[in-house]
């Protein structure tokens, strides 16, 4: 199935370092959001993101919805040892019979050295 | 408040055996989903329920793949016979209509062996 384009794939960096990644898309999404991963868990909601151009934060984390509709990125400020997981941007489509199902990117897996 | 709940959370089966997984959406959620997740992917979407229809089960391989929700609550999905390359993690999501359908909440997922 179609994913989108996650980049980087993967982050090593220094506790405090800010945090940065982002996704694209060929196709337009209505919403934009992106997930937490932690290992043998579902993903977690961190931000959801409904109109273009939007920025929005949650606590360290900001996100930025794009004017095309086709990307999206999230910062994460003074990256802190819990912040280690698999990041995904996901994009959803609305149809006929209500929300789709999401789109999920590859994941970016951030590391952190203490 | 409980959020989705899955089971079993590992299975391990052998090949051509039958295997069935059970979610239990959040409470007033009206919208399912289940999920594929292999190592090192995104999850990729098998189907969506609202309420008890399944409105898009265009992702599911109807061959091996079945899925029920009755009475558009709690939610099984089987395999039958299942293969080596279904091995992978299997995440069940619910959300809310109304304008919030993208907030969608996962559950733990349950992690299929297939040997």
């Known amino acids: 199935g179609q994913q989108l384009n996650q980049s980087p794939q993967s982050m090593f960096i220094q506790e405090g370092e800010d945090v940065s990644m982002n996704c694209t898309s060929s196709?337009?999404?209505?919403?934009w959001l992106w997930y937490k991963q932690d290992p043998g868990e579902g993903p977690v909601l961190l931000i959801a993101?409904?109109?273009?151009?939007e920025l929005t934060s949650n606590g360290r984390l900001t996100a930025q919805f794009g004017i095309t509709r086709k990307d999206s990125f999230l910062n994460i400020s003074a990256s802190i040892p819990s912040d280690v997981g698999i990041y995904f941007c996901?994009?959803?489509?609305?149809?006929?019979?209500?929300?789709?199902?999401?789109?999920f990117g590859k994941g970016t897996h951030l590391i952190i050295q203490p | 408040e409980a959020g989705v709940v899955q089971s079993p959370r590992y299975k391990i089966i052998e090949k051509k055996q039958p295997v069935a997984f059970w979610c239990n959406p959040i409470?007033?959620?009206?919208?399912l989903y289940w999920y594929l997740q292999n190592l090192g992917q995104g999850p990729e979407l098998l189907i969506r329920y609202e309420n008890e229809e399944a409105v898009d089960d265009s992702q599911l391989p109807k061959d091996r793949f079945s899925a029920e929700r009755l009475k558009g609550v709690d939610s099984t999905l089987k395999i039958q016979p299942a293969e080596l390359g279904d091995s992978a993690v299997y995440l069940c999501?619910?959300?809310?209509?109304?304008?919030?359908?993208?907030?969608?909440?996962f559950g733990p997922g349950t992690r299929l062996t297939v040997l």
């Open positions: 196709s337009i999404f209505n919403t």
């Open positions: 993101l409904y109109k273009a151009g």
């Open positions: 996901a994009g959803l489509g609305y149809s006929g019979g209500g929300a789709d199902g999401l789109t």
């Open positions: 409470s007033g959620h009206n919208t």
């Open positions: 999501a619910s959300s809310l209509g109304s304008g919030r359908w993208g907030e969608q909440f």
